[in-house]
């Protein structure tokens, strides 16, 4: 069986061909049949899993039977066909009903776009300007845990994958290669995500470790001083599988083995439910890096944030996987610009899957955006090649939405651009 992978350049599209089980192998799920015998159960609750909230979504395997990827939502019906259910459910769920998952993007599908015509979409600028870098558009790839469940390589395919399209990777305290092996992968820049551990002295080692490194920006994940009820790891009895570390916590015993909750207490040994604004003081005094908030919903805790002298704040709910009901990102995202009036850029995460989602998202006030489960599906798909494809998906939509809106620039996507 062939599978044509439509790769995208720039100047066009070509495709590539390659035989299933030799795609499968190096994807590192081939196992003999059995594998995608037990997977094919995966591939029927894709459409569901992958947050299906548009009818075209529901409609199940249509669109990648013909072998043809041609969105992101057809990269999340076919991911689950190329990894164990375990990983599967550990990607795309969400914490408790999943309803703050569902949100996520039922709140960008209810957004409607006002466009504006004649005007000249010969040429659009989408680059944007962060931390004095610049970006050639507003998309940045979101630190994800564990990118070896989805693919051999994990991160350093991941890494390649943002490099071939031009995107800035996000790289996660919780990653299966090692945040230096990551850096050694690419000759791109690179953001480090922190979950503070328990240990300090490690949390300043690993700080510098990725200063040393050469990462450019520091994003402290605040919002999560407990993992949420994710019901869809516990029925699959999610742990990391042999083989597979924490690769960054080496040395800590929290290294390997379960990073969920054991069944009589919600603490995580991953994580520091004692971290408050003090500590945030504590990093800001460790390191001249950029330091970012991840996981900011509150205009207050926003205005904190700039205070205690953090550069930018991402607001976030973790994709859904935290507290559920809480709202979905586009729906606090003007709060919080209002409070931030400007003096740091925000930045916004949770259910992008269409580039007009990303235009959405500008036009709300966001300096840029950042997708997580969307690349994840990428990665699973088909490794670097799947990353940066999915990336060129989006950003080949958000510039058609560009066009069709009649914005040719970053700065004419205001709040204008939104039917009210
Ligand atoms: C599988 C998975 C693992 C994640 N791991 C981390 C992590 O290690 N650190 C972190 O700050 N956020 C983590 N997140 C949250 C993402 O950074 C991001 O907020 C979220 O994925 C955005 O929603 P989206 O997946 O709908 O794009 C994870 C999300 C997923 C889906």
Not at 74 to 99: F, N, Q, T, V
Not at 246 to 263: C, D, I, P, Q, Y
Not at 369 to 393: F, H, M, Q, S, W
Request: proline fraction near 4%; include cysteine.
């Amino acid at each position: 069986m062939v599978i044509p992978l439509a790769i995208e350049k720039s100047a066009g599209i070509c495709t590539m061909e390659i035989s299933r089980r030799e795609w499968l192998r190096s994807t590192g799920v081939w196992a003999g049949g059995a594998t995608l015998a037990a997977n094919a159960a995966n591939v029927a609750n894709a459409a569901n899993a992958a947050n299906a909230a548009t009818p075209a979504a529901a409609g199940g395997l249509v669109a990648s039977e013909s072998g043809v990827l041609a969105d992101v939502l057809d990269y999340a019906r076919a991911a689950p066909g190329h990894m164990s259910k375990m990983g599967w459910e550990y990607i795309s769920g969400g914490a408790a009903d999943e309803l703050s998952l569902r949100w996520n993007r039922e709140s960008y599908d209810r957004l409607r776009l006002r466009p504006r015509v004649l005007v000249d979409v010969s040429q659009l600028d989408t680059r944007v300007t962060l931390f004095g870098r610049e970006h050639a558009c507003p998309i940045l790839l979101a630190p994800t845990a564990y990118h070896k469940l989805s693919y051999a390589e994990g991160e350093i395919a991941t890494v390649r994958g943002a490099a071939a399209a031009g995107v800035t990777m996000v790289v996660s305290t919780s990653a299966t290669v090692s945040l230096e092996e990551v850096a050694q992968a690419t000759t791109k820049p690179l953001w480090f995500q922190l979950y503070v551990q328990p240990d300090r002295e490690f949390t300043r080692a690993l700080i510098r470790r990725a200063e040393t490194a050469g990462y450019q920006a520091l994003v402290v994940t605040v919002d999560s001083p407990v993992l949420g009820a994710r019901y869809r790891e516990t029925r699959s009895g999610f742990t990391l599988p042999p083989g597979m570390e924490r690769a960054n916590l080496r040395g800590l015993k929290t290294a390997t083995g379960g990073h969920r909750a054991t069944e009589n207490t919600i603490y995580s040994a991953l994580l520091d439910p004692r971290l408050t604004w003090k500590e945030i003081a504590w990093i800001r005094s460790l390191t001249n890096l950029p330091l970012l908030l991840k996981g900011i919903l509150d205009g207050e805790d926003a205005v904190r944030a700039v205070e205690v002298g953090a550069a930018g704040v991402i607001v976030s709910n973790h994709g859904g996987r935290n507290l559920d009901t809480l709202p979905a990102t586009v729906d606090a995202l003007p709060e919080v610009v209002s409070k931030v009036a400007g003096r740091v850029p925000v930045l916004v995460d949770g259910g992008i899957r269409r580039g007009t989602d990303v235009l959405k998202a500008i036009a709300l006030g966001a300096t840029a955006t950042l997708i997580g489960r969307a690349y994840l599906y990428g990665l699973a798909v088909g490794g670097a090649e799947g990353v940066a494809r999915v990336v060129n998906i989006l950003r080949r939509e958000f510039e058609m939405a560009m066009a069709l809106t009649g914005r040719s620039s970053i700065k004419a996507i205001d709040a204008s651009v939104i039917w009210k």
